[in-house]
C-alpha cells in the first residue's frame, strides 16, 4: 500500500510540475493567467505537501523507537539445553539414602561448579566426588562417567538462535561447562553455528557469576555492555552481568524470556 501510495504522489507531482509546460504553449484568451496559476500550483503544492508531512511527523502518532540491545548472549544449562540431571539420577534406580548421598557428593557440591573451571583433571574432580561418599565410590564412577545423558536439546533453541542472527543481532554463549561433558555435548550445541562467539568456562579457568568471566566476553568480542543482554537461569549469574554494565534476564520459560527481549525492543 505505501509503495502504490508514492507512485501516485509521484505521478501526481509530475503532472503538476508539467502543467506549466502545456500552458506555456497554450494561446488564446486567459492563457498567460492559466500558466501563472500551474506555476504557481507546481511551486507551492510540493511546498504544501512537505509542510503536512512535516506537521504529521511532529504531531502525528509517535513510532517506537527501536531498543538499544544489539549483542543477545545466551546461557546454555537450562536456557538453550536441559540440564536435568534430578531425572537422569533417579533413572539408576538408587535406594533414597544412597540418591540423596551421591547428588550431595557430586551435583550439589562445591566441587561440582569448580569442576565447571576445568583447572583440574576430571579423574581428580571424580576422586572429590568419590571422598564424599567413598561407600558408594563404584555408583559415583558411573554416574560422572554418564553425565552427558543429562543434558538434552531444547526443541525451540536452534530456530531461535538462528531468528534473532537472522534479525541482525549479534549472538554470543556465555556458559559454565566442564571439559568432559563439554567435549561429548559440543556436536548436539546445534545453535552454536548461528552465534558469532561462545565463551565456556572450562576453556578459559574461569566461571560465572566472577567478574572476569564477563569483562572477558566483552573485551574479547568488542561489545558494549549497554547494548547487551545476558539470559541466564541463575540470579547470581544476571546480577554479575548487570554489576558488569549489561541488561539480564533471568531465564524460566522460553515464552516468559521472549517477552522480556520484546520489552527490550528485541523482536
Known amino acids: 500500500m505505501k509503495r502504490i501510495l508514492a507512485i501516485i ?7 503538476v510540475f508539467c502543467l506549466p509546460l502545456v500552458y506555456s504553449s497554450g494561446t488564446g484568451e486567459g492563457a498567460q493567467e492559466r500558466f501563472l496559476g500551474a506555476a504557481a500550483a507546481a511551486v507551492f503544492i510540493p511546498i504544501l505537501v ?37 531425572e537422569y539420577l533417579d533413572s539408576f534406580g538408587f535406594p533414597p539414602e544412597e540418591r540423596e548421598k551421591i547428588a550431595d557428593a557430586t551435583f ?16 581428580d574432580y571424580v576422586q572429590e566426588f568419590v571422598s564424599h561418599a567413598p ?3 563404584d555408583d ?18 536452534e530456530s531461535w538462535v538462528s531468528y534473532l542472527s537472522d534479525q541482525g543481532y549479534r549472538v554470543f554463549i556465555l556458559s559454565n561447562y566442564s571439559r568432559y561433558m563439554l567435549d561429548r555435548n559440543r ?15 572450562c576453556e578459559e579457568k574461569l566461571i560465572k557469576p566472577e ?8 573485551e574479547r568480542y568488542g561489545l558494549n555492555p549497554a547494548e547487551t543482554v545476558f539470559l541466564d537461569d541463575n540470579p547470581a549469574n544476571i546480577q554479575a552481568a548487570v554489576k558488569n554494565g549489561m541488561k539480564g534476564i533471568v531465564f524460566r520459560s522460553f515464552n516468559e524470556a521472549v517477552s522480556e527481549l520484546e520489552k527490550l525492543g528485541v523482536k
Open 211 to 218: 567478574d572476569a568471566i564477563y569483562r572477558l566476553l566483552l
Open 9 to 15: 504522489g509521484v505521478v501526481l507531482l509530475l503532472a
Open 108 to 123: 550439589r557440591s562445591q566441587g561440582w561448579n569448580e569442576r565447571d573451571r576445568g583447572s583440574r583433571t576430571e579423574e
Open 140 to 157: 559415583i564412577r558411573e554416574v560422572m562417567r554418564r553425565t552427558p545423558e543429562c543434558i538434552r536439546l531444547y526443541p525451540y533453541s
Open 50 to 86: 512537505y509542510v503536512l508531512m512535516m506537521a504529521f511527523k511532529v504531531l502525528g502518532p509517535k513510532t517506537p523507537q527501536k531498543g538499544q540491545i544489539r549483542n543477545i548472549v545466551f546461557d546454555v544449562g537450562n536456557v538453550l539445553m536441559g540440564f536435568e540431571w534430578p
Open 187 to 201: 556436536n548436539d550445541m546445534v545453535f552454536l553455528k548461528y552465534a558469532e562467539g561462545a565463551v565456556f568456562s
Open 135 to 137: 561407600e558408594y565410590e
